[in-house]
């Protein structure tokens, strides 16, 4: 954990050593860097806004397909979510090599995600205020538009 440590300083992350863990500022967020039996992951944590759950799955998967690395998980509590990315790390120039490029995945599939969410948010916003076409009517509905005119 040292050496990692040192190689974010290095990097300029302001990290800061935890117990089993280096926590450092990613924007708005919290990283997360663990090293446990030859495994390095970088981890990015938030909240997600009550009642947007079912946008943030969809919006997570955007994310996910388009970095292929970075696994979102949305917490058990339904009120967090986690992008992850992990690697196979047994030396320092492995870590100097990777741990960097990690970082920038998981900030990369972040910043996916909130374009995502933005994305679904505006096409919710602005279906739940169109007026339904004619073929989307069922026989014998009359349109709010159709109303208006007569």
């Given at each position: 954990m040292r050496s990692i440590f040192q190689c974010?300083?290095?990097?300029g992350y302001r990290p800061s050593y935890e117990k089993n863990h280096i926590l450092f500022n990613i924007e708005d967020n919290i990283g997360v860097?663990?090293?446990?039996?030859?495994?390095?992951?970088?981890r990015i944590f938030f909240s997600i806004e009550e009642g947007s759950s079912e946008l943030f799955l969809v919006a997570s998967n955007a994310a996910m397909s388009e970095t292929f690395i970075v696994?979102?998980?949305?917490?058990?509590d339904m009120k967090s979510i986690m992008f992850s990315c992990e690697f196979f790390c047994d030396t320092v120039r492995q870590l100097r090599k990777y741990l960097p490029?990690?970082?920038?995945l998981v900030n990369e599939a972040?910043?996916?995600?909130?374009?995502?969410?933005?994305n679904l948010i505006l096409a919710d916003s602005l279906t739940s205020k169109a007026i339904p076409a004619r073929d989307d009517l069922f026989e014998g509905q009359t349109s709010v538009r159709s109303k208006m005119l007569s």
């Open positions: 974010m300083m290095e990097g860097v663990e090293y446990e039996e030859g495994i390095l992951s970088v696994k979102p998980v949305i917490l058990e490029r990690s970082i920038e972040l910043d996916a995600h909130k374009t995502e969410m933005k």
